[in-house]
């Protein structure tokens, strides 16, 4: 009898049983869960987790790394689908997330409990409550007013990881915790969970992106944007949707996620659901003249790049409307400039200019209203001085750096066309050092033309060059190195461009031309002939009267 007497008093000492429990501890049972994590469907994790608000919860974190999906089950058996990763420390192993659902919570706690202090581990379970005390083995503190709770291991089963270990007042210390390669069981402190903050650029977070479950949007109506934007350039249609719908649903008085929304129903050619959208935004927007602006760039860019014929809603004239709507609710200049852009659209090039020129005048004013001033002039058939004086304010309006670079382009094309060669060749000099050596093939071809014009051969040479690098299988530019340098004696180089050439095609007769030259300069006969009489199968009439000069 005295046996059995003290086998109780030894099982009471090591294991509290669950009606020793405080009633909020017991409580904190209901907000425990299961995790799993799944990748292309597969397991790759099981563990346990505590939700900590409504539909906000903790876990580890590296259950979660390659994982593109996972469910929680809660202590009542409800399965819910894992929407979008909080925040996660990866040094601690602490991860927040968001499922979608009504759900129990316990709450953190404000504050640690001491070293050798009682705390109690809640399992998860489907039926009754499983919770049992765990001593503190030890503490320490971590980033200022953290703590780090040490357990015994004898005390921890691998079944309680990932659970809430709660005080006496059924608040959260933190969740139990085993480092993923084996060790001491911890727990960091669930107020680390407070400092995860999400901005525009948690979509590009190193440790976030190590999961395929997205980000949640944050709650920033401006870093909101960012995340946006962000995801419209991921080209994953399924994500980029999902943050769409949440900022719809988060920020409904905003027009930019209806905008987004049409967007995509733009693109997939669903123009009256577009339209819909917008409508839906105009009003709910509290900044209506950005919805009717929104509007109006949608309709302004159907109208220019679609091909669509079907859908008549959609005009010139009622994407002026809508920016005029805009003007007339908020005069902002932006608003005329959309005003000038339709209007030049329309084919009204002078109410564009005059448009465009009076915003010259306000807080706008930048070497594009210029340059669109000027293009206006252009379809106005005005002269060149017209136009160059125009793409001279341009240049003047804008610091001397790469954002001038596309105006001086303009002037410079505009004067080679006039045929004005020094004032042209001397922009693009200018373009070239602005754009720091990075201008395209096509650009160095136009140089090197106004370059061998101006009879700069060196120059020229060296620009047909930097082409030729930025475009090898365009057999022109070969063709034009070799013909400067047939012009300046270069016999041997000029053969050695078209063997260049041919690697590329063997269909050009120019490149057999200036070959057979170079070779007949060189008194090579044989092979001056041998590329002529190629030049002459492929239909060049020059072909005959070189023959008889080299023969």
Request: charged residues 20%; neutral net charge.
């Amino acid at each position: 009898m005295k046996k059995q007497i003290l086998c109780a008093l030894i099982i009471g000492a090591t294991y509290t049983p669950s009606f020793a429990q405080p009633s909020p501890v017991k409580k904190a049972a209901q907000s425990v869960f299961s995790l799993t994590t799944f990748k292309q469907g597969n397991i790759i994790a099981t563990t346990n987790g505590v939700f900590t608000a409504n539909g906000e919860a903790l876990s580890m974190w590296h259950p979660f790394v390659d994982a593109d999906s996972a469910v929680v089950v809660d202590s009542k058996g409800n399965k819910y689908i894992v929407e979008s990763l909080l925040g996660a420390n990866d040094i601690y192993d602490l991860c927040k997330f968001r499922i979608k659902g009504k759900t129990a919570a316990t709450p953190l706690a404000s504050k640690a409990i001491a070293n050798g202090s009682k705390a109690w581990v809640v399992s998860y379970t489907v039926k009754k409550p499983e919770t049992h005390s765990i001593p503190i083995a030890s503490t320490e503190a971590f980033m200022d007013s953290l703590t780090y709770y040490l357990f015994n291991d004898t005390d921890v089963s691998s079944s309680q990881l990932g659970c809430p270990i709660v005080n006496d007042q059924g608040q959260l210390l933190g969740i139990m915790q085993r480092p993923k390669t084996g060790g001491r069981a911890y727990s960091a402190d669930a107020r680390l969970s407070s400092q995860f903050k999400l901005t525009g650029l948690s979509l590009n977070d190193n440790t976030l992106r190590k999961c395929g479950i997205r980000t949640a949007l944050p709650s920033n109506a401006n870093d909101a944007m960012v995340t946006l934007m962000l995801a419209s350039q991921r080209g994953d249609s399924l994500l980029y949707t999902a943050y769409i719908d949440e900022f719809i649903s988060t920020f409904p008085q905003l027009p930019d996620g209806y905008t987004a929304k049409a967007q995509q129903e733009m693109a997939g050619g669903h123009f009256a659901i577009a339209a819909k959208n917008m409508e839906i935004a105009i009003k709910n927007a509290e900044r209506k003249d950005e919805a009717h602006s929104n509007y109006s760039k949608l309709i302004y860019q159907k109208m220019l790049y679609s091909n669509d014929s079907l859908y008549t809603a959609w005009t010139l004239d009622k994407a002026l409307q809508e920016a005029e709507l805009a003007y007339s609710i908020n005069p902002q200049p932006a608003y005329r400039h959309q005003q000038a852009q339709i209007y030049y659209a329309k084919g009204d090039y002078q109410k564009a200019y005059d448009t465009f020129m009076s915003l010259t005048s306000t807080d706008m004013r930048s070497g594009d209203l210029f340059y669109e001033a000027a293009q206006c002039q252009r379809q106005l058939q005005a002269p060149d001085t017209t136009i160059i004086h125009l793409l001279d304010s341009a240049v003047a309006a804008q610091p001397r750096d790469i954002t001038a670079a596309p105006f001086v382009l303009e002037r410079g094309l505009t004067y080679y066309r006039a045929n004005k060669l020094r004032p042209a060749f001397i922009d693009f000099c200018q373009y070239d050092s602005l754009m720091k050596g990075r201008g395209t093939h096509t650009f160095y071809y136009i140089k090197y033309q106004c370059e061998n014009k101006m009879h700069l051969y060196q120059q020229a040479l060296n620009d047909i060059a930097h082409a030729i690098v930025l475009n090898r299988a365009e057999p022109t530019y070969y063709a034009e190195m070799a013909s400067v340098q047939l012009k300046v004696g270069q016999n041997e180089n000029a053969i050695q461009t078209t063997d260049l050439a041919l690697q590329v095609t063997d269909q050009d007769p120019d490149i057999f031309i200036i070959r057979g030259i170079a070779f007949g300069e060189m008194k090579q006969k044989d092979k001056a002939l041998e590329a002529l009489n190629k030049a002459k199968a492929l239909g060049d009439e020059r072909a005959d009267k070189l023959i008889e000069k080299y023969k």
